[in-house]
């Protein structure tokens, strides 16, 4: 089956630092790529849609200068969290998607936590 | 746009009892509906899927799900659920031409001893 990895899985950091995460997809090539933010209890809440080579897709209200997001080849897609607060601690899912599917249906990876101190 | 509703967000079971966790959305176009099951501090993992067809999905682990058009649901079941099915659970809806899903609030099955 469709297999996305995180890395890394957890990540502790200062505030006012930068964290990158990084997804992949490895044995497919992923098109279109989701990041999504989770806090506790709390249901997916889509942050950003990356396509392979062009700009991210940022829903409303996502910083997009704080939320940076690279889509540069098929396989890898990063999300660079810049000058982290405590408020942006939280569960980050990727998930993808590749062009040849007719279902849509999105391949999770298992998620990064972030605390910021 | 579309919405998805899951009825519970808490539904406590006996071990080897049924267990029904409920999922209406409402969306202006066709879709394809999913189940996912989340393990704390893990991702999603698909359960079953509604593409077309027999409105009965069978998925993993012995679940099962319905679709009805008529009062858009996908009411996720299973027989008989064992302690190691405690976990949180979503909904989901993608529309057909679309890339994008959007989840419900998710269920938290726990199944006691």
């Known amino acids: 089956g469709a297999v996305v990895s995180q890395h890394p899985s957890w990540v502790i950091c200062k505030s006012g630092t930068s964290v990158k995460i990084e997804c992949r997809s490895l044995?497919?090539?992923?098109?279109?790529m989701f990041w999504y933010r989770q806090f506790p209890k709390q249901s997916l809440m889509l942050m950003a849609t990356?396509?392979?080579?062009?700009?991210?897709?940022?829903e409303q209200g996502v910083e997009k200068d704080k939320f940076l997001i690279n889509h540069a080849s098929l396989t890898l897609s990063t999300l660079t969290v810049t000058s982290a607060h405590p408020e942006d601690s939280s569960f980050y899912i990727c998930?993808?998607?590749?062009?040849?599917?007719?279902?849509?249906?999105?391949?999770f990876g298992p998620g990064t936590r972030l605390t910021v101190l | 746009a579309q919405s998805v509703t899951q009825l519970d967000s808490q539904v406590p079971v006996f071990e080897e009892a049924p267990v029904e966790l409920r999922c209406n959305y409402s969306?202006?176009?066709?879709?394809?509906l999913f189940w996912y099951v989340q393990y704390p501090n893990q991702g999603l993992q698909l359960l079953l899927k509604y593409l077309s067809g027999s409105t009965l999905v069978k998925g993993i682990n012995g679940f099962e799900a319905e679709f009805n058009k008529s009062q858009t649901s996908f009411h996720l079941r299973k027989p008989s659920v064992h302690i190691s099915d405690t976990a949180e659970y979503f909904c989901a809806v993608t529309e057909r031409n679309a890339g994008k899903s959007t989840f419900g609030d998710g269920t938290t099955l726990t199944v006691k001893p």
């Open positions: 990356s396509n392979e080579g062009s700009k991210a897709t940022y």
């Open positions: 969306s202006s176009v066709s879709v394809y």
């Open positions: 998930s993808a998607t590749s062009e040849g599917q007719v279902t849509n249906e999105q391949f």
């Open positions: 044995d497919f090539q992923a098109t279109t």
